[in-house]
Nanobody
Framework: QVQFVESGGGLVQPGGSLKISCAASGRRLSMYAMAWYRQAPGKQRELVATITSGGATNHGDSVKGRFTISRDNAKNTVYLQMNSLNPEDTAVYYC?????????WGQGTQVTVSS
C-alpha cells in the first residue's frame, strides 16, 4: 500500500509563495493520477489540483492561475507551487491518488497565510 509524507508548509504573509511536496513510498506513483487536497478548520476536505500519470493538470477555480501542480516520477514525488497566497488558502494540505476511493492519508502539511 502506498504511503504519503507531505512537507514544506509553514507561515507565509498574504501575497507570498510556498512550494509543498509529497513523497510516496510503497508503490511507484507513475501509474497513478494524483491530486492535492486541502482541509480548512471546520470545513470538508476539498480538491485543489490534479495531475494525470502523463502530466496533464487541472486546477480548481479558487487556485487557478496561482497554484501549479507537478510531479517527478523519478523521485516518486508530487509538488504544489503556491503563489499569491491569501488567508483563504489557510488549511492542511494532503496529497493522494485521484480519485481517492480507499487507502490511508498522510499527516498533511499546514499552510497558514497571515500577516
Amino acid at each position: 500500500q502506498v504511503q504519503f509524507v507531505e512537507s514544506g508548509g509553514g507561515l507565509v504573509q498574504p501575497g507570498g509563495s510556498l512550494k509543498i511536496s509529497c513523497a510516496a513510498s510503497g508503490r511507484r506513483l507513475s501509474m497513478y493520477a494524483m491530486a492535492w487536497y486541502r482541509q480548512a478548520p471546520g470545513k470538508q476536505r476539498e480538491l485543489v489540483a490534479t495531475i494525470t500519470s502523463g502530466g496533464a493538470t487541472n486546477h480548481g477555480d479558487s487556485v487557478k492561475g496561482r497554484f501549479t501542480i507537478s510531479r517527478d516520477n523519478a523521485k516518486n514525488t508530487v509538488y504544489l507551487q503556491m503563489n499569491s497566497l491569501n488567508p483563504e488558502d489557510t488549511a492542511v494540505y494532503y496529497c493522494n491518488k485521484y480519485p481517492w476511493r480507499t487507502g490511508s492519508w498522510g499527516q498533511g502539511t499546514q499552510v497558514t497565510v497571515s500577516s
